[in-house]
């Protein structure tokens, strides 16, 4: 899974995480902020894996996820705003932009693909 696509679902993604990670806090998931950096780092500290050892364990749960199909169904996850800047939208809010046609992320105010 694409990290821009894990940071701007963060909130939703959580509970996938937490299944795979028990030991994060809420505090560490508040800190963390679907970076990727920082998730790899709080693994190292909460499991005592050396970095490539929590490095590779990320990947593969972002790889099991992203394999598994675990998206909605006509909601496009990632994507680019019409100037190539990542889609920053939520997964939130590209259902709503669905349904009411919108393709503006309200983060950035770019139209999106």
Same mark, same amino acid.
């Given at each position: 899974m #694409? ?5 701007? #679902? ?11 990670? &028990? ?16 998730l790899? &780092?709080?693994?190292?500290? =909460? ?11 990320? #990947?593969?749960w ?7 199909? #675990? ?17 920053? =939208? ?12 919108? =393709?503006?992320?309200?983060?950035? &105010?770019?139209?999106v693909?």
């Amino acid at each position: 899974m #694409n990290w821009d696509t894990i940071e701007g #679902n963060w909130k939703q993604l959580k509970g996938k995480i937490r299944e795979e990670w &028990g030991k994060l806090t809420d505090d560490d998931y508040e800190h963390i902020a679907g970076r990727k950096d920082q998730l790899v &780092g709080k693994i190292q500290e =909460r499991y005592g894996y050396a970095k490539d050892d929590a490095e590779r364990r990320v #990947n593969a749960w972002a790889s099991r996820y992203d394999d598994a199909g #675990n998206s909605i169904p006509g909601i496009q996850t990632g994507g680019r705003a019409a100037d190539g800047t990542p889609d920053t =939208r939520g997964i939130t809010e590209k259902i709503a932009d669905a349904i009411t046609g919108d =393709r503006v992320d309200d983060k950035t &105010g770019k139209v999106v693909r």
